[in-house]
């Protein structure tokens, strides 16, 4: 199973979601079907080596890079004060006490001289070394504090980009000291966030003024057309145009509502409160139960107690999104299950619904703006095609994923999961 860079992940062209049967509620649809995993052609020393090397932090990495080159300039430095010493020892003149046993032959001179040659170097190598390896190691120790004074400024920008949100954009990093490369990078980055701030000061007053300037004249429009309507004396030619019109103005409206939602649900949250996800799917079921009558569809639902810490108005609007969905693309005495509670040990809910075919190619653009199962974009009266591109944005506010399956026969399952510790709690209803 792939998975795309927005979150959402279609299942395989050959998986798809079984059915749910009937008094099977409680049970999560997943996909069981493992997928085959690529051949790893590196040999498992190369796999170990690389693993190795990619958990290690760059200050250890500066310290064992400056303990390499200490090593190799000390061990340079070793070979060649063995070199020079050598040298100086055998250009020496050496000469024995008369007493000395054949002091007065060559080779025994030779042999004497080169003995005492080859002791000298044999303990200044021992102690030559021995000094390498202590000096060696209180240079890897100064080595680690040096590089991790030398990376601080890395980790107070660090510190700053993680507490940095929609909100708190004005911050800066302001890091003081010399003018060199590390200084060069906080001031881009302060440079940065000062364009961010600016974008996104200009988004939330665009947000603003759209809500007032596109949602007014709509509103004005929908009053004339009622209040002519209303007239008993119009014409049928006239009644036709004006819920006509009516229908388009509402369905602008619809789209004006989703576009502000979906710029709202892309910022940060403003609101966090704890939000029980089995609750909130209640109350949603409970508001559009009309429009499921009314489309004839069947209902099951295994709602659970899960805790979600997020804004309670963007979660509501998430399982409403799926269960609009639901309901706009099924098909004739079709059914709709829903399920909340702890999935994979996490906060979830879950919508299955029947309907068309859907490719599993397919699934991913159904969560781009303006993007629907069928493909056809003048059917779209109940529909902005922008519930599911609402769905993700949400989702990416609070921290979770969503994946979307194609289900077996038609239709679709969409799992959203959110963050949170794992508590089953009992069944709140099941119908």
């Given amino acids: 199973m792939s998975t795309s860079g927005d979150g959402t992940t279609p299942a395989e062209p050959s998986d798809g979601v079984p059915p749910t049967a009937p008094g099977d509620t409680g049970t999560w649809r997943s996909l069981t ?47 060649l004060n063995y070199i020079i010493i050598a040298t100086l020892l055998d250009n020496l003149t050496f000469t024995l006490q008369p007493d000395f046993p054949y002091s007065d032959d060559p080779e025994v001179v030779e042999a004497v001289k080169n003995s005492l040659i080859e ?77 961010l701030d600016r974008a996104f000061d200009g988004q939330r007053r665009f947000v603003e003024n759209a809500s007032h300037e596109l949602r007014t004249p709509l509103a004005i429009n929908r009053t004339l057309l009622e209040v002519a309507l209303s007239d008993p004396n119009a014409s049928a030619d006239l009644t036709t145009i004006g819920r006509t019109l009516l229908e388009t103005n509402s369905r602008h409206e619809r789209l004006i509502d989703g576009l502000l939602f979906l710029a709202k649900s892309d910022r940060e949250l403003e609101v966090r409160a704890a939000v029980d996800i089995g609750e909130v799917s209640s109350t949603v079921l409970s508001q559009l139960s009309a429009e499921i009558e009314e489309a004839g569809l069947t209902l099951r639902s295994d709602l659970r107690g899960a805790t979600v810490s997020g ?32 999935y994979e040990s996490m906060p979830a809910v879950q919508v299955e619904n029947s309907g068309a075919v859907i490719p599993a190619y397919e699934v991913e653009g159904l969560f781009e703006p303006f993007r629907r199962s ?33 289900r077996s026969g038609g239709g679709l399952v969409v799992t959203v999961r959110f963050p949170g510790q794992a508590r089953e709690t009992p069944a709140s209803g099941n119908r």
């Avoid at 493992?34 to 052609?41: A, G, I, L």
């Avoid at 998430?318 to 004739?332: G, Q």
């Avoid at 005495?333 to 399920?339: A, P």
């Fill in 33 to 79: 079907t493992q997928q085959s995993q690529p051949r790893d052609s590196e040999g498992s020393v190369a796999r170990g080596v690389r693993r190795l090397t990619d958990n290690i932090s760059l200050r250890a990495r500066l310290t064992l890079i400056y303990g390499m080159l200490f090593f190799a300039a000390g061990s340079l430095l070793l070979l």
């Fill in 119 to 195: 002791n000298v170097l044999s303990q200044v190598t021992r102690f030559s070394l021995l000094a390498l390896v202590i000096v060696g190691l209180l240079a890897v120790a100064l080595g680690y504090v040096v590089a991790g004074r030398a990376l601080s400024p890395l980790h107070k920008i660090t510190r700053i980009a993680r507490r940095l949100s929609e909100r708190s954009l004005h911050e800066r990093i302001a890091l003081s000291g010399p003018d060199d490369e590390i200084r060069e990078l906080a001031d881009t980055f302060d440079d940065m966030l000062e364009r």
């Fill in 311 to 342: 804004d309670p108005v963007l979660l509501e609007r998430l399982v409403a999104n799926l269960v609009e969905n639901a309901i706009r693309y099924n098909v004739t005495d079709g059914e709709i299950t829903v399920r909340s509670g702890y």
């Fill in 374 to 406: 069928s493909g056809d974009r003048v059917r779209s009266s109940n529909s902005a095609g922008l519930g599911l591109s609402i769905v993700r944005s949400v989702v990416r506010a609070h921290g979770g994923t969503v994946t979307a399956w194609p």
